[in-house]
Structures are given as C-alpha cells and as structure tokens.
C-alpha cells in the first residue's frame, strides 16, 4: 500500500527559486496516497502559480487571510485542523524569522501560529542567509519548540554561490514527513471495524424502508482510525459519499447483511458501531414488485425486528472486541436515554447525540456529542464530524495503549 494512504498534509510554499521542487512534492505526496492543501504566499508566487499548484494537488490553493471566500469556505483554523502535518517548503529566512517571532500577517503565518499540529521545515535560502546569527537562533528557537527541519543541502545556489542553503531533495523531504506522520501511528498492529449509514430494508424489489443517515461519522471515524495506523474495515449501508481511503470497505443493504460483513470482519481490537440500523424490517418482502389493486385498501406492512448488532458484538462470550463503542442517537433526555442504552447493549462507551430537529445533525457537517462509559462523561464542545472523528480515535488509541 502506498505509504502516505489517507494522511493529510498542509503544504506550505513561501517565496523562494526552490518553489518549482514543491510541485514535484506535491506529485509524490498524491502518489503515496496523502491529501494536500496547499497555501501559498505571496513571495510564493511569484515562483509558482495557483493553477499549478491547484492543478497538481486537485484541492482549491489558498493564499489570502482577508478573503472572504477562502475563509467562509475553509476557515484557517480548520486548514490546520483537517491537516496532520504541516509542512513549510520552501521555508525562507523570512518565515523562519516571523515563525520565531510569533508572527501572524499573512494566512501562512496565522496558521502556523494557531496550529498544534506536528511541523516540519525544509529552509531554502542563500548561504549567508542561512548561516546568518539570526537565522540560526529562529531556527534553534523553532526546533526547541519541536519544529521539525529536513536540509538544507550544500551545492551551488541559484545565487551563483556554493555552500548550505540548497532545499533538501524531494525524496529526502518525503521522507521526513513519512517519518513524522509515521511516529503517530498509535494503532499499527490493531484492527478496527466500524458500520457507517443508513440499512434499506426492502418491502419488494424496488421500495425499501430507509433512514436519513448520510454516513458522514462513520466513515470519518474509519478515516480517522486508518490515519492513526489501525487496518480498518468499514461495513457500510448505502451511502451518497466516497470510501474512506486506507480502509477496506464493504457496502451491505440491510441489517441482516451488515450483521453478517460484521461478523466475518471480527476478530477487532475496536469496533464502533455508527451505522443508523432500521430498527424492523418488512416480515416478508415481496419477490416481485407489489401491484396497486382497483378498489382494493393500502396495503398493511407486516415488521420484523431487525437484529441488534452492537448487542450481538458487544454479547460476544469469546472474540468480543477489546473496545466496543456505539452510538446513541436520542431526541429527547439524551444524557439520560444514552446511558441506559450503554447498559442495555453492554458496549464499553455510548457517543450520544443529539439529533432533534433543528440541530442539523442528521445529514450535516457538525456534531455535539458526549461520551459516556461506565464510570467517565465527557461534553466534548460543538464541532466537525472530521474532529469528532479525530477525537475519538485518540481517545481509542489511549485506551487500547492502557490495556496493551
Ligand atoms: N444498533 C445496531 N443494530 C440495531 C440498532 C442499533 O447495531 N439493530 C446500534 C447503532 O449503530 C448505535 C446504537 O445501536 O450504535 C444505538 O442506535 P439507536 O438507533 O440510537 O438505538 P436503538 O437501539 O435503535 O434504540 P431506540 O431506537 O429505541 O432509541
């Protein structure tokens, strides 16, 4: 599998002649796998052009703090919070010296400011530039505050000089930020299995009975867990969005489906369970197409339950996952309901949320949930599915790592 498959890389281009060597990185990151966005500086460009640099990372590049479209679009605090490495190449002495500084007058800078994200720093610049008292001390400041560096390489400079200053290889940058994106690689060696989306519950060949679920949690939980190392299989209902990357999907239509791909996907460290299961399904769906009768009443449906996949995993009396998380959709006393529910299934941790009207859980972007175990709460506080998704999985990661 390519090395980089599902990680997020926020590429940072600054102004300086080794520009042209982060297209070419950008080639090589998609080629491994990893997503990039890409910000440019306006020293940047006049090396290298957005459309390029849009073209090579098929992603929008976003170069203005002031813009009202990239931020309504992409807030800057969420490039660096959908990103799980920042990389500045080419850094010139310039973003050295304001990183250093703390700081923040242009979009690059704020979100190098704003970010907790791993960083890591390929300086292109002149030799004297680089060898500079200046430049050495923002650079010894950068690294105690766990700044990453990769290069600068000796060579003769676009300058006409020869000495250190030359950015470091692609292939050496590569590396660097496989090795870092490497090191958080909480879940190498454990397997995960997560249900996602909705269950069509089919009355004939063509109707079926379905729900709202678009799916966005589970496969972002899926994503998530990859990204951390784990091998995941993802048993997921019909859905309008694309399979996560790095992760092993299967698509299912009904509950009794999604129970089977999920025993066959066990044994797991982890399983989360954030499919929106029907509840019933039709006792005896039709074989054909059911037909309108003149005269005749609407026809009654006769429902089935459906099985409980969570309390069957979660039952197990050998192979049951180490961790077995479900979700907890209530409309009304939710905390309450959540809690109960936790106990009624036996699964480890209950995430409860709120899906009421009006909240726009359902379908949207966004999520406000808690997350209940046997003797621990936490409120965690509005945010993306994306974060909800990050969140969870380090708190996964933790608990595995406690119980290793
Ligand atoms: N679940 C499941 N199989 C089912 C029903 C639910 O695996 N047949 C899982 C869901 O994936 C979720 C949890 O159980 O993790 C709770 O789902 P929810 O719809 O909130 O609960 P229900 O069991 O359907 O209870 P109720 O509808 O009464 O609230």
Known sequence: MPLLVG??????????????????????????????RCILTRGGEQFVTPLSVAALSEEKVFQDIFSLTDESEMGHIRLSRE?????????????????????????ATTVLLATDKPVLVAPAMNVRMWEHPATRANMATLAARGVRRVGPAAGDLACGETGAGRMAEVADILAAIADMLAAKALLAGRRALVTSGPTHEPIDPVRFIANRSSGKQGHAIAAALARLGAEVTLVSGPVAIPDPPGVRTVRVESATDMLAACQAALPADVAVFAAAVADWR????????????????????????????????????TGRPTLVVGFAAETENVLDNARAKRR????????????????????????????IGADE???????????????????????LEARR
């Open 377 to 399: 709460e936490e409120a965690w506080p509005p945010m993306t599915k994306e974060a909800v998704a990050e969140r969870l999985a380090e708190r996964i990661a933790l608990r």
């Open 282 to 317: 039709v006792a005896e769906p039709a074989a054909q197409k059911r037909k309108k009768q003149e005269g005749a009443p609407p026809p009654t449906l006769s429902l089935a339950p459906n099985p409980d996949i969570l309390a069957t995993v979660a039952r197990l009396e």
């Open 83 to 107: 990103a799980d490495l920042l990389v500045v190449a080419p850094a010139s002495a310039n973003v050295l010296a304001r990183m250093a500084a703390g700081i923040a007058d242009d979009l």
């Open 344 to 371: 009624r299934k036996g699964c480890d941790w209950i995430v409860a949320n709120d899906v009421s009207t009006g909240t726009g859980t359902f379908g949207g972007d966004d999520n406000t949930v808690h997350l």
């Open 7 to 36: 990680r997020r890389v926020l590429l940072i281009i600054t102004g300086g002649i080794a520009a042209y060597k982060s297209l070419e990185l950008i080639r090589r990151l998609r080629e491994q796998g990893a997503r990039v």
